[in-house]
Structure formats: C-alpha cells, structure tokens
C-alpha cells in the first residue's frame, strides 16, 4: 500500500506540478518564493510638549482639512434651492448670456431702457430692502448721533441668521446705517426700523408710503432687513428706488464706502464692502446694494458712470456667488461697444 500511494502521487506530480508543492509541506516550505523585507517604521519618542502638540496640531488639519472637502463635495453634490423666479419660469437665455432672471439697465438722465429681461416680475429682492430703510430713515430727520442699542427684538427668526453685532452692542443711527447699507448687517437695519417713532410698524407703514409715492406699483415690504420672502419689487420698481435714494449724498457715501470700524461696546469691529466691486478702480460706482436669501437668488442694484453716462443696473435672481456682479461685467462690456441699441 506504501508503494501505491508513492507511485500515486509521482503520477499527479507529473501531470500537475502544483499537486506537489500543495501536498508536500517540506517542498512548498522549501521552495516558497521569500518577501522582500519590509521596512521598519521609524519611531521617535519625545518628550518635548512642543512637538507633541505641533504632531497633534498637524494630525488635527489634516483631518479638518479632509472634512472641509467632504462637506464641500457635499455641497457641490446638493442641489441648489429653486428659487421664486425658477418656480414661475423665468430661467430662459438672453443675447447677453446673463445669469440672473431679470435684468433693466436704464439711462439715468433719460429714463431710457438699454436692457430688460422679465422686468415687471415681482420677486423677493432680499436685502435690497435695506435701501428703502436707508431712504425712510433719511427723509425722517431723526437725529444721526443718537445712540440706540441691539435687543432682543433684533435676532433675525425669519431666517436664523449671525450678526457680530451682540445683543446690547450701542452704536449712533449714523453708525447703524453705515453698516446696513455697506456691509448689510441685518441687526442694523432692524434697529434702525424699530426705533422710528411707532416703532417697526409704522417703518414698514412708513416703507410702503415711500414705495407708493414713487410710482413702485409693483412693490411691498413687510420689515426693513430684507430678510423675509415678502419683501417683493420689480426691477423696473426698482430703478425709482435708486434715482430716490441717489439724491441724498449720505446714502451714496455710506453704500460705497468699501470698509468702516463701529465700536459698539468692548472691542472695535470692522466691516467690509458686500460689493467688491465697489474696491475695483475700473468701476465708476455711485450707489450700490446686493442681496442675498434662498428665494430671492443673488441681486444687485446698481448706479454708475459707463462711458460717461450714468447708468442704473438691476439684477435679480441671480445665479451664483459671484454672477451678479459678472453680470454687471457683461452688460457694462456691451454698453460700450453697443450704446444705443436696445435689447431685450
């Protein structure tokens, strides 16, 4: 029997060479191919805090920094709200390839139509809101260095937004209106319409009053921040506003301006430009304000010298961080080489 299952296995040896290796260990051991020698992680102990911690802070942003990208990608991944003017069907192109739903440039001086893309729509305008405010707190008279002070009422619980401004932060109306209309601090603006006389019903009552008696058929508001969906205009609505609020030289100043320091108690804070095209020197701006809630899309509203001539720009529901003002781009680009040809 030994030599049958010797002469066995010879026999599968030859007609399977693998059979051999598999069925003899002392073969397989003998013949198994070797591993290259894996190389020794280097190990260093330390008993230096600083290098421990730096080692940490490393580890740290690396995956802090792995985390930003997958949040990043998905945001990326997450598409974008509708807004009100993709609901009701404004996207469609335009000869100017804009981004942004409505569009109407208009000659200042002469009330000309240069452009219009869907500019009788009433839509959220956001924080353009906060011109009217600016132009109701204006015209009141009220007293610029009067200090007020951020309450409660001021949190933002429409939309569940920020603010640097803290709660019993105390800066001058002239302050408040600085920033509101510079860098759109929502606290701001809320404080100024709340301390009108009657408070913030009778700013809005005041808003609308202003709206009506400029021809803005078109428009309605319901708080001075811009941060409801219910503050609604057309763009053609809002060239009035503009013309408006351009007549008065604080308006045009303190919406321009492209960085201010308020000092509401405790440290100063400084704030910038929402408009960084107001820092461009390539840009002749003389009135501007910018917008922003989900609904709404990005908008701008715009004053400035093309070519010489005064030009009002509105752009809502814009798409995109930055495509309102490449919009603004585009139309200023075609008005200096197509002035008088109207399109639509």
Not at 68 to 94: E, F
Request: proline content about 4%; charged content about 25%; overall charge positive.
């Amino acid at each position: 029997m030994k030599y049958v299952r010797k002469a066995l296995t010879i026999s599968l040896a030859v007609l399977f060479p693998a059979f051999l290796v598999t069925a003899n260990p002392a073969f397989a051991k003998h013949h198994e191919s070797k591993k290259p020698a894996a190389h020794k992680k280097r190990v260093v102990i330390t008993n230096n805090p600083a290098r421990v911690s730096a080692g940490k802070k490393a580890v740290s942003g690396k995956v802090k920094a792995k985390a930003g990208k997958h949040r990043a990608a998905l945001a990326d991944a997450t598409p974008a709200k509708p807004t009100v003017g993709d609901s009701i069907g404004l996207k469609h192109n335009d000869p100017l390839a804009l981004q942004s739903n409505v569009a109407f440039v208009v000659d200042q001086a002469s009330s000309k139509v240069l452009f219009e893309k869907n500019p009788d729509v009433s839509l959220p305008i956001a924080s353009i809101t906060k011109l009217m405010t600016s132009l109701v707190v204006v015209e009141a008279h009220q007293d610029m260095n009067e200090i007020l002070e951020v309450s409660d009422d001021d949190i933002d619980h429409e939309k569940g937004t920020g603010s640097r401004l803290k709660i019993g932060a105390r800066l001058s109306r002239s302050d408040l209106l600085h920033i509101a209309l510079m860098s759109s601090e929502n606290r701001a603006a809320s404080a100024l319409g709340r301390n009108y006389p009657g408070g913030l019903p009778a700013f809005v009552n005041a808003m609308n009053a202003k709206a009506k008696q400029l021809g803005m058929t078109d428009t309605h508001y319901v708080d001075s921040s811009g941060l409801s969906s219910q503050n609604r205009a057309s763009a053609r609505d809002l060239v009035k506003l503009v013309n408006a609020a351009y007549k008065h030289p604080v308006i045009r100043d303190y919406s321009t301006d492209s960085k201010y320091v308020v000092n509401p108690g405790g440290r100063p804070l400084e704030y910038g430009t929402s408009n960084r095209l107001v820092a461009n020197p390539t840009w002749e701006i003389g009135l501007q304000k910018t917008g922003y809630i989900a609904e709404a899309g990005r908008c701008l509203v715009m004053q400035a010298m093309i070519k010489g001539r005064a030009v009002v720009m509105v752009f809502l529901d814009s798409k995109g961080k930055y495509s309102r003002l490449a919009d603004a781009g585009r139309v200023r680009k075609w008005l200096e080489t197509n002035q008088e040809q109207k399109v639509s």
